[in-house]
């Protein structure tokens, strides 16, 4: 059985910083593009941001310049560096990937809650 977990949520005053981590576990054989998605109260879920295998990045306009994606395939791990938070980024973080046990399906995570606030 695939899982993505999700850690390193919590709660941070405005300009702070935290980063979130995504392990996949399981029997698979390979993982493509991974991403971050949110919730912020009240609203749909939203892109944060996307990277591939390869490492190219796109990121959702609300956090561009402030958050960064990355991996480390060795590892099946994704990482969401965010930086300069601000209350408007308070939601569920959730993770996603594609992964290959038999054919490419979809995987999120749980979700793991940020709190910016003062």
């Known amino acids: 059985q695939v899982q993505l977990v999700e850690s390193g949520g919590g709660s941070v005053q405005p300009g702070g910083s935290l980063r979130l981590s995504c392990a996949a576990s399981?029997?698979?054989?390979?993982?493509?593009?991974m991403g971050w998605y949110r919730r912020l109260p009240g609203k749909s879920r939203e892109l944060v941001g996307r990277i591939t295998h390869s490492g190219a990045t796109t990121y959702g306009d609300s956090v561009k310049g402030r958050f960064s994606i990355s991996r480390d395939n060795a590892k099946n791990t994704m990482y969401l560096e965010m930086n300069s938070l601000k209350p408007e980024d308070t939601g569920v973080y959730y993770c996603?990937?594609?992964?290959?046990?038999?054919?490419?399906?979809?995987?999120w995570g749980q979700g793991t809650q940020v709190t910016v606030s003062s």
């Open positions: 996603h990937a594609n992964i290959r046990i038999h054919t490419f399906d979809e995987y």
């Open positions: 399981g029997s698979f054989v390979a993982i493509s593009n």
